[in-house]
């Protein structure tokens, strides 16, 4: 779905909303976003390190949550 597009169903939806609560909340989420909005740069070194784990995760090199909750598990009991 295009930027475009998103914005046209959330338009819609939000002239759809007759919910003040809901509004008010979808209202604070936006206003949040406008305020912390902010551009991170990442070092070289950053990059590659992202780089790296996408080509693991392309390679099945990765361990699922479950894993990786046994693993600590193990390690924080010895």
């Known amino acids: 779905m295009s930027t475009l ?4 169903r959330l338009i819609d939806k939000i002239i759809h909303i007759e919910n003040p609560e809901l509004l008010g909340e979808v209202f604070r989420l936006l206003e949040l976003e406008e ?3 902010q551009v991170i740069r990442l070092s070289e070194e950053q990059k590659q390190a992202i780089q790296q784990g996408q080509k693991d995760i392309q390679n099945g090199q990765f361990l699922t949550n479950e894993q990786a909750s046994k693993e600590i598990e193990g390690w924080l009991s010895k």
């Open 5 to 8: 597009e998103l914005k046209e």
């Open 35 to 37: 305020k912390d909005m």
